[in-house]
Nanobody, 116 residues
Framework: QVQLVESGGGLVQPGGSLRLSCAAS????????MRWYRQAPGKEREFVAF????????NHEDSVKGRFTISRDNAKNTVYLQMNTLKPEDTAVYYC?????????WGQGTQVTVSS
C-alpha cells in the first residue's frame, strides 16, 4: 500500500533552516510527481511546492519562493523540502502528497514551529 512518511520537523528560530524528508513506498516513485502542502492552526491546507517525476520541473508557492526548495532522490524514493530563512508564519504541519490514479495520498505530517 502507498505510504508517505515525513520527518525533519521541529522548533527553529526565525531566520533558521530545516530540511524535511518524505520517504515513499508502495508505488513507482520515479514515475510520480510529488507535492508538499502545509496547514497552519485554524487555516486550510495550502500548496507549498511541486516537483515533476524526473525532478526537472519544480514550482513553489509565492510566499516561499527564494526561501524553500523542493528536490527528490529517485534512488532513495525520497522527496525533500529545504526551508531557509524561516518566518513565524511558516509555522504549520507539513504534509507530503502524491496523486495516483485520481486518488490523493498524504503522509501523517511533520510539525514545523518557527519561534524565538
Amino acid at each position: 500500500q502507498v505510504q508517505l512518511v515525513e520527518s525533519g520537523g521541529g522548533l527553529v528560530q526565525p531566520g533558521g533552516s530545516l530540511r524535511l524528508s518524505c520517504a515513499a513506498s508502495g508505488f513507482t516513485f520515479s514515475n510520480s510527481p510529488m507535492r508538499w502542502y502545509r496547514q497552519a492552526p485554524g487555516k486550510e491546507r495550502e500548496f507549498v511546492a511541486f516537483i515533476s517525476s524526473s525532478g526537472v520541473t519544480t514550482n513553489h508557492e509565492d510566499s516561499v519562493k527564494g526561501r524553500f526548495t523542493i528536490s527528490r532522490d529517485n534512488a532513495k524514493n525520497t522527496v525533500y523540502l529545504q526551508m531557509n530563512t524561516l518566518k513565524p508564519e511558516d509555522t504549520a504541519v507539513y504534509y507530503c502528497h502524491v496523486r495516483i490514479i485520481m486518488r490523493d495520498y498524504w503522509g501523517q505530517g511533520t510539525q514545523v514551529t518557527v519561534s524565538s
